[in-house]
């Protein structure tokens, strides 16, 4: 291939530069002609040793006498010249003598520059089409991708969601013959590091299937079309192999959501994202091919990639907890030769840690302990390590700041937790986390609302409640000074619930039974609206403050049991609130 491509430049630089030589050899020629006077040539003419007279318009003409020899004299531009000369047995030609040969190099040496030109495109355009194939883009699949389940520690419910997606891989005749649809695309969404393309990568390793995986900032590029070529390329490799998983990382470099100054660039990524998009609907069920796509961010994509048959499930990878962390802390000391080392500890210490910060915290462990020649990684190579890792910020200051805010974070969090146990039995609080996530930046809690039809005004006052849960929590621990920016999505949440109470569902006295937006016009005042739903909020949040009074032992022992495990589930907070109810 090179080769040929080698010759195809060398042909015309070897045809140009002899072209050129004999180009500038006639030129010389000619510059070593002598002038001669008219006078001399009319001698020249009598003597009959002219042979030839180059004829032509310009000011000089050329003569070539018998001998050879060429001189260039005035071009006398008298009438019947030629007759003249052709009367005396001289021979006449209308083009210079240089013409004729210079013509035939100067032509050559045009057409091997053009050729070469087209030889050096042709041959970039070889390698850009090299860059378009996606061999060169380490896309390349890794076949039987050597990674499982087991390689992805912790992350539970994260690996029990693509679980069917590798049953379907392995068997997707099993799933057509029901009918039933998988979903095409897959988006893992999570902080950095925590182990979505060891997921994908999983996931392929587990069926035994292909793993193609790109960027989405390759497919960014400052050609206009590049992009979609490559996704097709990408789309094209896979399904040349039958079944594969297709991974695109970082996804939101073309699947922003699209914004309303349009600009070169976006073009671009609109291009992309569509060629992306009709590859993804251009293969059916039956061939196994699944689409996972990874970003940190799912709320910046574009509702066109989230569509059903499109990247229709979300799977959410967020950061390991401390039963999560102890699992990855073991998984990368496995093969390592450690000794004294507390890895429970280790994973108390390491709150907030991803699992590509663990994995670094345990590499750099290990090349300390190489690097002294240790027989082990013990305990102060992890210390040592663990400054590493954390530089930047002075260790037991950020460790003191840490614990402080895992702490309101854990009281905020119980807070809701325990209302919600309280005044809404029927909802169950199925996770209580304090590892923060795309849910709530401290942590959240989350619960599974009852179905029904319609929510009574008990109900949006007792959600009101639980909204406030957080807030109440901190000023009852921390005191009035001390409530933080925490609660401002609850709040946020509260208002809107308070307002729709009073000016949409007639649950109000101000309003009554009249809707706001059907008032809007007039122009009613509203301090009396906003004053009601105060009053309302008000009132809901001092009960709040004394239910959590009453049940401060709960509160302090559940967020006991929160910060120590960080994560609590249902059947921790059941068991708990059962003990709660023999005391009572
Ligand atoms: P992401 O794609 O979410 O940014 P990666 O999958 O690239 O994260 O993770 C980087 C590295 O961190 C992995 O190769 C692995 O060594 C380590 N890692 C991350 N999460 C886990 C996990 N849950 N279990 C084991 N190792 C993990
Ligand atoms: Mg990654
Ligand atoms: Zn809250």
């Known amino acids: ?197 060891l997921l994908a990568k999983a996931v392929a390793g587990e069926a035994n299937v292909p793993f193609y995986a790109m960027s989405g900032s390759d497919f960014v590029q400052v050609y206009v079309g590049v992009g979609a070529s490559r996704i097709r390329q990408l789309f094209k490799k896979a399904k040349g192999h039958g079944k594969a998983v297709i991974f695109i990382d970082e996804i939101d470099a073309i699947g922003k959501k699209r914004d309303n100054s349009k600009t070169g660039g976006s073009d671009e990524r609109d291009q992309t994202l569509n060629a992306l998009l009709t590859e993804m609907s251009g293969f059916n069920e039956k061939e196994g091919i699944i689409i996972m796509a990874a970003t940190n961010r799912l709320d910046m994509l574009d509702e066109a990639l989230l569509r059903p048959g499109r990247f229709d499930r979300h799977i959410e990878v967020s950061l390991p907890d401390l039963t999560a962390r102890e699992k990855i802390l073991n998984l990368h000391l496995k093969n390592k030769p450690i000794k004294d080392m507390n890895i429970k500890e280790w994973a108390q210490k390491t709150a907030y840690f991803s699992g590509a910060k663990l994995e670094n915290l345990v590499n750099e462990a290990a090349i300390l302990a190489c690097k002294e020649e240790s027989k082990f990684i013990e305990n102060y190579h992890m210390d040592k390590a663990f400054s590493i890792v954390v530089a930047g910020y002075e260790k037991q200051n950020r460790d003191y700041i840490k614990e402080k805010d895992r702490k309101i974070t854990a009281f905020h969090e119980v807070g809701h937790a325990l209302v919600s146990l309280k005044m809404l039995p029927n909802e169950k609080v199925s996770k209580v986390t304090i590892i923060p996530s795309t849910k709530g930046a401290g942590g959240y809690t989350l619960s599974i609302p009852e179905d029904s039809l319609y929510q009574n005004k008990d109900y949006l006052k007792k959600r009101i409640m639980v909204l406030l849960g957080g807030r109440a929590a901190e000023e009852l621990i921390f005191g009035a000074d001390y409530i933080t920016t925490g609660a401002h999505n609850d709040l946020k949440q509260c208002t809107n619930i308070a307002f729709h109470m009073i000016t949409q569902y007639g649950m109000g006295e101000t309003i009554g039974l009249l809707n706001m937006q059907e008032l809007m016009n007039l122009n009613i005042n509203k301090d009396n609206i906003i004053n009601e739903c105060k009053e309302l909020v008000d009132n809901l949040y001092e009960e709040t403050k004394q239910l959590l009074k009453s049940e401060e032992e709960s509160l302090n022992a559940l967020t006991e049991k929160l910060l120590q495990k960080e994560t609590l589930h249902y059947e921790d907070l059941e068991m708990l609130g059962t003990v709660h109810e023999t005391l009572a």
């Open 1 to 197: 291939m090179n080769k040929i491509k080698k010759k195809q430049i060398y042909i015309p630089i070897i045809t140009a530069v002899i072209s050129l030589v004999f180009l500038l050899g006639i030129n010389y020629n000619f510059m070593g002609t002598k002038d001669k006077s008219y006078v001399e040539f009319l001698n020249d003419m009598s003597k009959k040793k002219v042979s030839t007279v180059y004829f032509t318009d310009t000011p000089k003409i050329k003569v070539k006498l018998s001998d050879g020899k060429i001189y260039e004299t005035d071009n006398p531009r008298i009438d019947n010249f030629k007759e003249t000369l052709l009367k005396q047995g001289v021979e006449v030609s209308e083009t210079s003598p240089s013409d004729a040969p210079s013509i035939i190099f100067m032509a050559s040496f045009m057409i091997s520059i053009i050729s070469l030109m087209i030889a050096l495109i042709r041959s970039s355009n070889i390698t850009s089409k090299g860059m378009l194939s996606v061999d060169s883009l380490d896309a390349s699949a890794i076949e039987n991708a050597p990674f499982t389940f087991n390689d992805v520690a912790g992350n539970e419910e994260a690996k029990e969601s693509v679980m069917d997606i590798v049953d379907f891989l392995k068997n997707p005749e099993k799933y057509s013959s029901y009918g039933a649809r998988m979903p095409r695309g897959i988006i893992l969404y999570g902080d950095p590091g925590t182990g979505k393309t």
